[in-house]
C-alpha cells in the first residue's frame, strides 16, 4: 500500500516538475522573441502559458510590453492592469501603464477622494492578499508568544506590557486579515475594465436605442457596476454612468 502510495507521490511530483519546467521554456523563448523585435510570436507564446491557467504578474507586464511595441495600446493598458492586480507594488508597471495612457484620447476627471479614503486604498493595494495573509499570520504568532510571556511573567507590570503587546498584536492580525479578504475580493470579483473598441457610445439603457449619454475611447478603464444580458452598466472616474456592450469591454 506504501508501495503505491509513493509512487504516486513521484508522479505527481515528477509531473509539477514537468509542467513547471515546460511553463519556464516557454517564458525563456517568449523573451527571447520579444528581445529580437519578433513581439507577434512572444505574445503567443504567453498567452499559450496563461491558456494553462499560470497566471502571473510577469507574465502580463510583460504582454502589455509586446501590444506596447506593436501600438495596441488598450490591450498593454489592460495586461498591465492585470499585471499589478497580481502585484500590486510593482514599479515597472505602473511605470509603463501611464505611459501607455497617455496614449489614450479620453481625459477623465477623477472625483476628488477624502485624504482618509485615499489612504486607507493606498495601503490596502500595497501589497497582495498572499501577503497580508502571511503577515497575520505572523502578528498572531507575535500574539500568541505574547500570551505565552503574559501567563509566566512573574511581576504585575511584565503582565500589563505582555498584555498590551498582545492585544495590539491581535488587533493587528485582524486587521490584516481584513485587508487580506478585501484583496482577495479585488483578484477574483475584478469589477473593472477597459474599453477594447476604438469608440463607444454610452447609453442611457441596455438597449442599442438607448439615449446617447456620450462618447468614450479604447484604454479608458472603467468601473463594472453590473451586467444585463449582453451589456455592462459602468461608472467612470468622473462619476458618470451608462451602459456598454460586453463586446465593447474587457474585465481586467
Known amino acids: 500500500m506504501m508501495k503505491k502510495v509513493y509512487i504516486i507521490l513521484v508522479l505527481l511530483l515528477s509531473g509539477i516538475v514537468a509542467f513547471a519546467t515546460d511553463t519556464k521554456a516557454l517564458e525563456d523563448e517568449a523573451t527571447k522573441m520579444y528581445q529580437e523585435g519578433n513581439y507577434q510570436k512572444a505574445i503567443d507564446l504567453y498567452n499559450e502559458i496563461l491558456a494553462d491557467d499560470m497566471e502571473s504578474a510577469s507574465v502580463y507586464y510583460n504582454l502589455g510590453n509586446c501590444y506596447y511595441k506593436l501600438g495596441e495600446i488598450a490591450l498593454s493598458i489592460l495586461n498591465y492592469e492585470r499585471a499589478l492586480l497580481l502585484k500590486p507594488g510593482d514599479k515597472d508597471a505602473k511605470y ?20 482618509l479614503v485615499r489612504w486607507y486604498n493606498a495601503f490596502v493595494t500595497a501589497f497582495t492578499a498572499d501577503l497580508w495573509a502571511y503577515i497575520s499570520v505572523a502578528l498572531f504568532i507575535g500574539f500568541l508568544i505574547m500570551a505565552a510571556l503574559f501567563f509566566y511573567a512573574t511581576s504585575v507590570s511584565l503582565k500589563k506590557s505582555w498584555f498590551t503587546v498582545g492585544v495590539i498584536l491581535l488587533l493587528m492580525s485582524i486587521m490584516t486579515i481584513f485587508f487580506a479578504s478585501k484583496q482577495y475580493h479585488r483578484m477574483t470579483n475584478r469589477d473593472s475594465g477597459i474599453i477594447m473598441t476604438p469608440s463607444v457610445v454610452v447609453r442611457g439603457a441596455p438597449d442599442s436605442s438607448g439615449t446617447e449619454l456620450f462618447v468614450v475611447h479604447e484604454g479608458l478603464k472603467v468601473q463594472v457596476l453590473g451586467s444585463l444580458g449582453e451589456w455592462y452598466n459602468v461608472r467612470l ?3 458618470n ?7 465593447d469591454l474587457e474585465k481586467i
Open 241 to 247: 454612468e451608462g451602459w456598454v456592450t460586453k463586446a
Open 237 to 239: 472616474a468622473d462619476g
Open 96 to 115: 509603463n501603464l501611464k505611459l501607455a495612457q497617455q496614449a489614450t484620447v479620453d481625459n477623465i476627471k477623477v472625483l476628488p477622494e477624502l485624504f
